[in-house]
């Protein structure tokens, strides 16, 4: 029997929704969207998107059978706000969810095939990156993912990827000059997650992992945040109040 299943990812400055069946091995896109949310929060507009994305496809939340989401790296806030809004759909629908990388969400993009390493700009002088090949069945891992400067990737890359890869993703116009030339001349520079690549990060998720554990699932940071290093810088002086 087929399995309505949705998915979504917020973790770059695309917001990425996509619907469709999950029968056996086989996987059917019914319903995609991706909007650019660069200079916006994607937190306001999530709900309403999802309700119009189901409607498009004609299917009433209540018949989803699986939800997926993308978990991170990325930017933070948008991870949690995919986390928290999926969790709150499978609790409420009792299905299972299935946590996706958003690297490989990012690996899976429309125009993407072979191997691929993606990229997703984490500051500091860092990248997010993994290597995958994608295939039809949607991008296959090849290594963990990892948070350093681009120079250890490269370095720990498996033999032979680099001279047939391309570099998807956000991050690569961050690290163009530092990619070899070969790999720059191959690079897509993607302004982050699409919902072709979702949808084939979680068409593999759903036909060949096991499902998160609701409770306890947790958005993927790989490295602490400005306030937990005690880096951020306060916008306006304290304010003590007069009734202290």
């Known amino acids: 029997m087929a399995t309505w299943l949705l998915a979504l990812d917020t973790s ?50 209540r018949a989803l059978g699986a939800v997926a989401c993308g978990l991170g790296p990325g930017m933070f806030t948008g991870s949690r706000v995919a986390l928290a ?14 946590g996706l990388s958003t690297l490989a969400v990012v690996a899976g993009a429309e125009a993407t095939r072979g191997p691929v390493l993606a990229l997703l700009d984490a500051r500091r002088g860092d990248v997010y990156a993994a290597p995958f090949v994608v295939g039809d069945d949607g991008p296959e891992r090849l290594a963990e993912d990892r948070c350093c400067p681009l120079a250890h990737v490269l370095a720990d890359l498996p033999a032979g990827f680099a001279a047939q890869a391309r570099a998807v993703g956000p991050g690569v116009n961050v690290v163009a000059d530092a990619l070899p030339a070969d790999l720059r001349a191959r690079s897509l520079a993607l302004p982050g997650a ?19 554990d609701v409770a306890t699932v947790d958005a993927v940071y790989l490295r602490a945040s400005y306030a937990e290093l005690g880096l951020n810088t306060p916008k306006r002086p304290p304010y003590r109040s007069p009734f202290v």
Do not use: M, N
Request: with cysteine.
């Open 194 to 212: 699409d919902a072709p690549g979702l949808w084939a990060a979680a068409a593999r998720a759903a036909r060949r992992e096991a499902p998160a």
């Open 85 to 98: 809004t999926a969790k709150g759909l499978a609790l409420g629908l009792g299905c299972p969810l299935f």
């Open 12 to 61: 770059t400055p695309r917001t990425a929704l996509a619907v469709g069946r999950i029968d056996g091995d086989a996987a059917e896109l019914v319903a995609h969207a991706t909007h650019d949310d660069r200079g916006k929060p994607a937190s306001a507009e999530l709900s309403p998107r999802i309700s119009a994305l189901l409607a498009e496809a004609g299917v009433p939340a």
